[in-house]
């Protein structure tokens, strides 16, 4: 990854209008913000630029109005959840470009803080049109990018500007790049990579990149059955994509070339119904799946050998659980698995970087999410970033 620029980089910015593409696609209950986590992530930024003087201008999205404005849709309703992170009042503008931002520009003082109306009613937003970006650039002085889970979108908020006005990472956005280059741009080795989650086919671009990459190559989730179903296993009626047998066989192969450890369970947690607790579980040698079984969680054997892996590394990245998680007890080789990984992490021996939706609230119900090293928010460019593909948000930070 290339140097890019940071809020160190800018300067003076007393009475300049920073436009700062923050992510305000907050989940929401009715009228009612339900998880303000993104608002916090940008909240170091954002005070930042108002503490040194700027008038501070938000850019975001909200949900997918498809070009057309929508009141359901508006950034209005989320203001009182940024407020409430900020401490500070926030102006709402409904505008994102021409004469009412001029005329807000013009009545905000230094270190006043406004929101703009959502990018996507704007056609020329996902289509990165450069007529659209210059209306929005002609009100700013600066250009501040702190949504990561934004930058694999080369809209007119993420990359267009970058072109027009002088860019700068923030704060989230300059957390999150250190921490992947250090995970998988230039880690400490050894390196391991949890893999996990459903379906091969969903991740098989970050399987084929990762192999390359890492020096252990843990596979959990219904993505494993596929894997030991391609060496022959026999894994019942378990969650398995068998058409995919030859493409695990070319991951394996490419990653004995390498020189990475793939490792798939051995003793595995089964059962004859998906229900919490169902009186059928059991434990057993993946040997000994029956036909009426499915596997639902990595056995414990296992887990204990990936801990004594983990404990041999120096770097981590995790993505996606290791079984059906969100059903007790299918949760325990995650949370044992995470519980060590954070242990590694907090007494310094381990960078454990994690990303993605499910990892993030797999993490959470094990109570280990706050010793690892970093956890991204971002759901989309966390797994295109490891998949090795440009994140054009990011591509046009570059210095």
């Known amino acids: 990854m290339a140097g890019f620029k940071t809020l160190d980089d800018a300067g003076d910015v007393t009475g300049k209008v920073a436009l700062v593409r923050v992510d305000l696609n907050l989940p929401m209950d009715g009228g009612r913000v339900t998880d303000d986590t993104r608002v916090r992530a940008s909240a170091p930024t954002i005070l930042e630029l108002s503490r040194k003087g700027a008038k501070v201008l938000l850019l975001a999205h909200f949900g997918r109005p498809k070009g057309q404005r929508s009141s359901t849709q508006s950034l209005s309703m989320v203001i009182d959840a940024v407020q409430d992170v900020l401490g500070k009042e926030v102006m709402f503008v409904p505008e994102v470009a021409g004469p009412v931002v001029e005329q807000t520009v ?17 056609p020329g937003e996902e289509a990165n049109d450069p007529e659209f970006a210059k209306a929005i650039a002609a009100n700013g002085d600066l ?77 959990g989730g219904g993505m494993a059955n596929t ?60 040997h000994e799946v029956a036909a009426d079984e499915m596997i639902l969680d990595v056995g414990p054997q296992a887990v204990e050998a990936l801990g004594d892996v983990l404990k041999t590394c120096r770097t981590l990245v995790w993505n996606g659980p290791l079984g059906a998680f969100e059903t007790s007890p299918f949760d325990a080789a995650t949370v044992a698995l995470a519980k060590t990984a954070a242990a590694l992490s907090k007494e310094g021996s381990l960078v454990s970087v994690a990303g993605g939706g499910d990892t993030v609230a797999a993490l959470n119900h094990a109570g280990a999410a706050a010793d690892f090293t970093y956890i991204s928010t971002a759901g989309g460019a966390f797994l295109e970033w490891m998949e090795g593909r440009v994140l054009p948000g990011v591509a046009a930070l570059e210095a």
């Open 106 to 122: 013009g009545i905000l003082r230094n270190g006043d803080i406004a929101i703009l109306e959502n990018t996507r009613f704007w």
């Open 227 to 286: 894997f030991l179903a391609a060496r022959g296993v026999d894994v019942g009626k378990s969650l398995c994509e068998h058409e995919l047998a030859p493409t695990c066989e070319e991951i394996l192969d490419a990653a004995d070339a390498a020189g990475c450890t793939v490792h798939l369970p051995y003793d595995v947690v089964v059962a004859k119904e998906f229900a919490a607790n169902p009186p059928s579980m059991r434990i057993c040698n993946v």
């Open 143 to 219: 250009f501040v990018n702190d949504a990561f889970s934004a930058a694999h979108r080369a809209h007119a908020t993420t990359e267009g500007l970058t072109h027009l006005l002088p860019s700068y990472a923030g704060r989230s956005m300059q957390a999150e790049l250190e921490a992947l280059e250090k995970a998988l741009g230039n880690p400490e080795k050894p390196v391991a990579a949890v893999v996990g989650g459903a379906k091969v086919s969903s991740k098989l671009a970050v399987l084929k990149h990762l192999v390359d990459k890492v020096d252990h190559l843990i596979i």
